[in-house]
């Protein structure tokens, strides 16, 4: 059977192999290959911040009653849930800027969990955001 130009059919789009589960055969997908990961570790703080917003609409949603819950839930002590959930406590802007983090390439975070706690104990996000910019200055993180 010959094929002559008015059968003739072309489909263009991206195409890319991905491999299905660990280890798993490699099938085509349709659509462009996903970006690679950028190199590095999710801060410590910005998995805590996360945690803390979640933990807060277990309780809004009343999955778990209280902190309690969380710590029996967790293994961890009810004084480790409220230092998590006084992340809560930060301005808006301070939690979103916490949640973005770069990632780590090697060495220390630029914040720990003990650097915000101060942060969380002020009511006034003014003053709040005053003290970030000057833990971030004292940090090297801009």
């Known amino acids: ?3 002559d130009e008015s059968t003739r059919l072309t489909v263009s789009g991206a195409i890319h192999f991905a491999r ?4 798993g055969r490699q099938e085509l997908r349709l659509g462009p290959a996903p ?5 590095g570790r999710v801060p410590r703080v910005s998995r805590l911040m996360a945690l803390a917003l979640k933990f807060e609409g277990l309780i809004r949603d009343a999955v778990v009653t209280d902190y309690a819950e969380l710590a029996r839930l967790g293994h961890v002590t009810r004084a480790r849930v409220t230092q998590i ?4 406590l930060l301005a808006p802007d301070i939690q979103e800027a916490l949640l ?10 630029p914040f720990v969990l003990r650097d915000l706690q101060p942060l969380a104990a002020v009511t006034d996000w003014a003053r709040q955001r005053k003290l970030w910019a000057k833990l971030r200055r004292s940090s090297g993180s801009g």
């Open 1 to 3: 059977m010959s094929t």
């Open 20 to 23: 299905r589960g660990r280890g």
């Open 35 to 39: 970006r690679a990961p950028e190199p």
């Open 85 to 88: 959930m006084n992340l809560t």
């Open 100 to 109: 973005f983090l770069p990632p780590v390439a090697r060495g220390r975070d």
